[in-house]
C-alpha cells in the first residue's frame, strides 16, 4: 500500500524560503511529483522527479525558484522553495506514479497523494 507524507509547510513572508519533505513507502522505482492547490483552483503540478533523479521538470511559475530532490536510501523527496511569492499560497501535495510521463502530463491523473501541507506566503 503506498503511503505519502508530507512536512515542512508553514507561514513565510516573501523572498523568504521553505523545504518540503515527502515520506513515501509502499512504491518501488516510483516517480514523485509536488503538486499545489490554492482555494477555488485546480490542483496543478509544481515539480517531477523521476527515480533515479536523472529527469526534472518544473512548472513555468516556479523554475529557477524550486528546486526538487530525492534520497531514495531515505525514501525521501524533497521540495526548496526560495524567493517565495504571495502566489505560491497552496497547499501542496506529494504525489507519485510508476510514470513519469504521467506525473508531467498536462491533465492531473489519478495518482497516490498525501494529505498535503499549507504554504502561506505574506507580502
Known amino acids: 500500500q503506498v503511503h505519502l507524507v508530507e512536512s515542512g509547510g508553514g507561514s513565510v513572508q516573501a523572498g523568504g524560503s521553505l523545504r518540503l519533505s515527502c515520506a513515501h513507502s509502499?512504491?518501488?522505482?516510483?516517480?514523485h511529483g509536488w503538486f499545489r492547490q490554492a482555494p477555488g483552483k485546480e490542483r496543478a503540478l509544481v515539480a517531477a522527479i523521476s527515480w533515479s533523479g536523472a529527469m526534472t521538470f518544473y512548472s513555468r511559475s516556479v523554475k529557477g525558484r524550486f528546486t526538487i530532490s530525492r534520497d531514495n536510501a531515505k525514501d525521501m523527496v524533497y521540495l526548496q522553495m526560495n524567493s517565495l511569492k504571495p502566489e505560491d499560497t497552496a497547499v501542496y501535495y506529494c504525489?507519485?506514479?510508476?510514470?513519469?510521463?504521467?506525473?508531467?502530463?498536462?491533465?492531473?491523473?489519478?495518482?497516490?497523494w498525501g494529505q498535503g501541507t499549507q504554504v502561506t506566503v505574506s507580502s
Open positions: 504525489a507519485a506514479d510508476q510514470n513519469y510521463d504521467q506525473l508531467i502530463a498536462p491533465v492531473v491523473g489519478n495518482f497516490d
Open positions: 509502499g512504491h518501488t522505482f516510483s516517480s
